[in-house]
């Protein structure tokens, strides 16, 4: 095993990962600074709508309903009718054309909940995302197109010890990215809300969540980058391919059964969900530990992300390995 | 030290390279010339391994140069037809970059070979002109001192003085015993440089010319003018081989073997010549020789 590990450090090449961190620490910085940012300010609004939905019903509101329940008892009584306030509150919502149904499941919704999801899995993902597009071509594609790749393999140099060497930059930039975000979210979160232990591992893998889903993203983006000699075509595949994902995500969070019970969607956009890999990340789902209704669907759709990145690596570095390079 | 057997390589619209075979030998300067587009890259990228024959091979120290290409860079120092530097601030990063790839730590012959070249590798790679990045690019590929060069028009954007500069260290490499594969389209630094010389046009050799043979060339051209018309047709009368003629300057060209020089001036003697010139027998003269032995006419106004 020993001998092994030696083996895979060796497929290493140091000048060509220390060249890669000098060409892209950049970008990765300022998108880990924004992200950063982004958590606090996260954390700090749900901080905001925790305390909100904490607020007791004040003696005045009640006893205003009171008033109003006992005028319709009065007239029930002079009239012999049977009117209740729940009727009353239907005709006069059915009314303005608001359907009762979906106020109540409004009154359910969780909305740090639905905050969460919103942030880990659409608005969170973006800058990472864009980061990892960039990079991706840059690392391998960009290179060829370019020509620069020639001083490399020139050398006495692996091409499949170049495309390891860029595909754990790659893998490895985007943990570093999602851990340190991970850490403000983290500390942001314990200073300005009361965080149960349910929220801790929530929040754990929520986070773990965006690096398996930027990781699959970053595949896609290296596979493209491998199999193309110009950057345009590359960009056009990986960037192309993770933008669709991300519209298909935006559009299909009107088709989720939380935004159609609350009359704002339609379920016949949910398709685009089974399209997008992004959906793969299940932030609801994992919403759901620590409550009665847990479910550990996400485990397994994770498994596939796991599985989507290794497969387009690994298809990745074999092309890049056998494939006729302009340099 | 390269052999290249029957290499092919087609792409769209029949282009391409098609049964190109070589043999340089160790420590020669071998000059592969062309027009832009004949395939000389091409080839070129055959030996560095970036591609892969459709059929035949390429061997570099008997080694297949697409499957054990790695291994053949330890011996293989190249330099590209496009300049285009990694994402790497200065000249001084990059070399020093560079010399991590490689295996190099003691940098004297890269200190010497920037100086030669009056380089100033401090600057920022991106605002370095032409000749600077070209200039960068020799010192990268010399500096490991591989025994082996295998250089894809390296004097793109240097200047004169520079050019001779370079011609000059590519001619201490060879005294070192270096294996020099070159590809140019600039006839004088071939004829300066070269041992043998390879010319490829549209993917197909063409000819492959000892440069010996043409430096020494034993059929000198002359180009006399005569003073009159009537020393003109004299002469003219006389049997010599005349390849050109221009009766209205009196002017004649002829096609003599080296042995037969003295004759040639005795016979002028009774002459009176206005002046005579050795119109000298270069690589141009010798190829496009050679395209109108071919008799395609078309090729010798657009070969070069």
């Not at chain 1, 009718?81 to 006069?92: D, I, K, R, V």
């Not at chain 2, 006839?187 to 043409?214: P, Q, S």
Request: hydrophobic share 45%; aromatic share 10%.
């Amino acid at each position: 095993m020993r001998y092994s590990g030696k083996k895979a450090i060796k497929m290493i090449s140091r000048p060509l990962f220390k060249q890669s961190i000098k060409a892209n620490w950049m970008l990765w910085l300022v998108v880990t600074l924004a992200m950063s940012l982004l958590a606090c300010v996260m954390n700090f609004a749900i901080s905001k709508v925790m305390s909100m939905e904490n607020v007791e019903v004040s003696d005045e509101t009640k006893g205003q309903f009171m008033q109003y329940a006992g005028a319709l008892e009065y007239y029930n009584a002079v009239n012999g009718t049977s009117l209740t306030s729940e009727g009353f509150l239907a005709a006069f919502m059915g009314m303005m054309g608001v359907d009762m149904t979906s106020l109540k499941s409004l009154k359910d919704i969780d909305t740090a909940t639905m905050m969460n999801s919103m942030y880990y899995t659409l608005a969170g993902l973006m800058l990472p995302m864009i980061y990892v597009i960039i990079t991706g071509n840059k690392l391998i594609a960009g290179q060829v197109d370019k020509g620069s790749m020639a001083y490399v393999l020139s050398t006495p140099t692996k091409r499949s010890s170049v495309a390891l060497t860029q595909g754990l930059f790659l893998l490895a930039s985007t943990f570093a990215m999602e851990a340190v975000c991970a850490a403000v979210d983290f500390g942001s979160a314990f200073i300005l809300t009361d965080m149960s232990s349910t929220d801790i591992s929530q929040k754990l893998i929520l986070n773990l969540g965006s690096f398996l889903t930027i990781a699959a993203i970053g595949g896609i983006c290296y596979l493209a980058s491998c199999l193309f000699d110009l950057s345009k075509h590359s960009i056009a595949m990986g960037g192309g391919l993770s933008v669709f994902f991300y519209l298909c995500s935006v559009l299909g969070m009107f088709g989720t059964e939380t935004f159609v019970n609350m009359g704002m969607g339609t379920s016949s956009l949910n398709i685009l969900n089974k399209i997008t890999i992004l959906s793969l990340f299940d932030a609801e789902g994992i919403c759901t530990i620590g409550t009665d209704a847990v479910s550990y669907d996400f485990i397994w759709k994770f498994a596939i992300l796991i599985g989507i990145t290794a497969v387009a690596y690994m298809i990745g570095a074999r092309r890049f390995c056998k494939k006729d390079l302009p340099l | 030290m390269i052999r290249i057997e029957d290499l092919t390589k087609g792409y769209k619209e029949g282009r391409g390279i098609f049964d190109i075979s070589l043999d340089v030998k160790k420590g020669e300067i071998f000059g592969y010339v062309g027009t832009n587009g004949s395939g000389k890259t091409t080839t070129i990228r055959h030996i560095m391994g970036f591609l892969r024959p459709d059929s035949g091979q390429v061997l570099v120290k008997g080694m297949d140069s697409w499957k054990q290409s790695t291994e053949i860079m330890k011996y293989v120092a190249y330099i590209p037809g496009e300049i285009a530097f990694p994402d790497i601030r200065t000249g001084t990063e990059f070399l020093r970059s560079q010399a991590e790839f490689l295996g190099v730590k003691d940098m004297t012959y890269a200190n010497r070979l920037i100086e030669k070249l009056q380089l100033d590798p401090s600057a920022v790679l991106k605002s370095m002109s032409k000749g600077m990045k070209q200039k960068t690019a020799i010192v990268a590929a010399l500096m490991a001192g591989k025994e082996i060069l295998v250089l894809d028009e390296p004097t793109t954007g240097l200047d004169p003085l520079m050019r001779q500069a370079f011609i000059e260290l590519i001619l201490e490499e060879k005294k070192k015993g270096r294996t020099i594969f070159m590809s140019s389209h600039i006839f004088e630094e071939i004829e300066d440089t070269c041992d043998h010389v390879a010319l490829i046009k549209d993917g197909r050799l063409v000819e492959v010319a000892d440069m010996n043979d043409i430096r020494h060339h034993d059929m000198k051209t002359y180009k006399i003018e005569f003073f009159d018309d009537q020393d003109y047709m004299a002469f003219k009368a006389l049997d010599f081989h005349i390849t050109d003629e221009r009766p209205q300057y009196f002017q004649a060209r002829v096609n003599i073997d080296d042995t037969d020089v003295n004759h040639l001036f005795s016979v002028l003697k009774g002459f009176k010549v206005k002046f005579i010139s050795e119109i000298k027998y270069d690589l141009e003269t010798y190829f496009n020789e050679i395209f109108r032995k071919e008799g395609n006419k078309n090729d010798k106004q657009t070969a070069f």
